[in-house]
């Protein structure tokens, strides 16, 4: 069982996000993807807290796999569905089986800091095929806006993340903005969090 101690940090701020930005939807049960869940901890806290969402976790490796079955089975949550491999830069038709139109909510944390520009554009790609007309997608981490990064500590933390791996760095608010666009989805909020991470609330057009 993998733990990330910025998991345990910062969930509780996402699940404040996530019900309020869910509370209108609260008396149906909805489908909620994560991509890139890792650990698992977020999908097991979340389903603790909001009942009115049946979770489907996925990741790319096989470690975050075995750490997300590893949470529910030790916590025994019912509403988290056992986790599947899911390459997110991958068209949608191998996002696992997942139907056109059959997800209400996708939520990436600190997912598009962490993989390639193709990762980011199979994101919106295959979120506009997966969710429902006025679905959610959720995206969570630290951004550059209008192609400049401030301050100082995200500057250096583009820069660790590009010597890690040369594809990786923060992505821009504008141009995720235009790839959603571009994909029939609107950036509709941007949520301040702790220490310049932010959430992007984007939503699925008609
Ligand atoms: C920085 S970790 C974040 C994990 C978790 N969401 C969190 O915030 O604790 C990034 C995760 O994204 C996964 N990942 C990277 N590229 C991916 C891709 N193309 N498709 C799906 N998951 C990917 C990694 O395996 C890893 O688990």
């Known amino acids: 069982m993998l733990l990330s101690p910025q998991a345990e940090r910062n969930w509780e701020g996402l699940c404040s996000v996530l019900e309020d930005v869910l509370e209108a939807q609260s008396h149906r049960q909805l489908l909620a993807l994560e991509l890139g869940s890792g650990t698992g901890q977020h999908v097991i806290r ?6 009115f969402v049946t979770w489907q976790p996925s990741d ?7 750490s997300i079955k590893a949470y529910i089975a030790a916590t025994h949550v019912k509403s988290v569905l056992q986790p599947v491999h899911l390459d997110a830069s991958a068209p949608w ?33 295959g979120a506009a095929q997966i969710l429902k007309p006025n679905g959610l997608l959720i995206t969570y981490g630290v951004y550059a806006i209008n192609g400049t990064i401030t301050p100082s500590c995200n500057e250096n ?35 301040e969090m702790e220490e310049y991470f932010k959430c992007l609330i984007f939503r699925k057009l008609d």
């Not at 790319?60 to 075995?66: C, K, M, N, P, Y």
């Not at 139907?99 to 598009?112: G, K, P, Q, T």
């Open 46 to 51: 979340f389903a603790q807290k909001i009942p």
């Open 157 to 191: 933390l583009d820069a660790e993340l590009r010597k890690m791996n040369p594809e990786w760095g923060l992505p821009d608010i504008d141009v995720l903005r235009q790839l959603a666009y571009g994909n029939g989805i609107r950036l509709e909020r941007i949520i």
């Open 60 to 66: 790319i490796t096989e470690e975050s796999l075995d």
């Open 93 to 125: 038709e191998k996002w696992a089986g997942l139907s056109h139109r059959s997800c209400d909510v996708i939520v990436a944390i600190n997912l598009l800091q962490y993989s390639s520009f193709e990762t980011a554009k199979g994101v919106f790609t």
